[in-house]
């Protein structure tokens, strides 16, 4: 998969050098075309991780961004309206993540999302303390959370 990325890297430089313009911009579209180059000659070379990886964290990028869209809207309403719709509440999540970095990954997307805040981790690794300004039903909640950033992130990671 690094050889991928590598190659995937130099084709971009490669093509900012051809169009003469080395602009973020120029450079983003010269690794999507060589990513879609790449993809189309999967039959050459074999199939790789390298593709669905790359659709995986593209999936956890919109996911993310749509969560936080939702969210803020979400704070936002609660704050200009005169009734408080907030149901607070401190839920322990239990977790598939194992290692630090599974972990720390998933408490900062839960944290980066307005009205969520992660807490703590507990010694054994196996819950997430997690405190959400709305909380209606704790199932629900730890569903959510489980089946949207925690599914995708390993997926990316794994």
């Known amino acids: 998969m ?3 990325f590598t190659i ?14 080395f602009s973020p911009e120029n450079l983003g579209v010269g690794f999507l075309l060589g990513f879609f180059m790449l993809w189309t000659l999967q039959a050459v070379y074999g199939k790789k991780r390298y593709f669905s990886r790359a659709f995986k964290v593209l999936s956890l990028v919109v996911y993310f961004l749509i969560q936080l869209f939702k969210a803020n809207l979400r704070v936002a309403m609660d704050i200009v309206t005169a009734r408080h719709y907030m149901v607070p509440g401190i839920i322990k999540l239990p977790l598939d993540a194992r290692t630090d970095l599974e972990i720390t990954l998933l408490a900062n997307l839960i944290s980066l999302t307005p009205g969520t805040l992660s807490l703590d981790v507990t010694q ?17 909640f730890k569903h959510d959370l489980k089946n949207g950033f925690e599914k995708r992130l390993l997926e990316v990671l794994r």
């Open 124 to 140: 054994d690794k196996r819950f997430l303390v997690i405190h959400a300004m709305y909380v209606e039903n704790v199932q629900d």
């Open 2 to 4: 690094k050889n991928l």
């Open 8 to 21: 995937n890297v130099l084709l971009a430089i490669i093509w900012s050098a051809l169009t003469g313009i």
